[in-house]
């Protein structure tokens, strides 16, 4: 049964799958896109989807908020200055997953995760 198992662990430790989804956050909002597997685009979704609702109230304890999670001062400042505002009427689904086929290593589902317009 799945009862109360908030997230996928990814089979990593907790610091290790907190630092994957922060560099694959920090690499949506600064390409819009990244291609990775459908388990990691799906919790990377969730964080991504979190931290631009904070950033759309745009206050100071918004943007200490999203420092948390991003480390990186210009990036912050992209995604409170072009990223958040160009969802302004939209109540979620910031972005989406979509499939793209198989990895030739390892035969992964693989999926490409994306800003939505």
Same mark, same amino acid.
């Given at each position: ?7 996928r ?13 922060? !560099?694959? %956050?920090? !690499?949506?909002?600064?390409? *819009?896109? #990244? ?8 919790e990377? $979704? +969730?964080?991504?989807?979190?931290? #631009? ?15 948390? $999670?991003?480390?990186? $001062? ?8 072009? #990223? ?11 972005? +989406? %997953? ?8 390892? *035969?992964? $589902? ?8």
């Amino acid at each position: 049964m799945r009862h109360r198992k908030d997230h996928r662990k990814l089979g990593r430790a907790a610091d290790q799958r907190l630092a994957l989804l922060r !560099s694959q %956050v920090d !690499s949506l909002f600064r390409h *819009n896109r #990244i291609r990775t597997t459908v388990e990691k685009a799906k919790e990377t $979704q +969730r964080l991504a989807e979190r931290l #631009i609702t904070v950033a759309k109230r745009g206050d100071l304890a918004a943007r200490r908020e999203v420092l948390k $999670q991003v480390r990186d $001062q210009d990036l912050v400042g992209h995604l409170f200055e072009e #990223i958040a505002p160009r969802y302004d009427g939209r109540e979620g689904g910031y972005t +989406r %997953v979509i499939r793209a086929g198989r990895r030739v290593g390892d *035969n992964a $589902q693989m999926a490409i995760l994306e800003l939505a317009d």
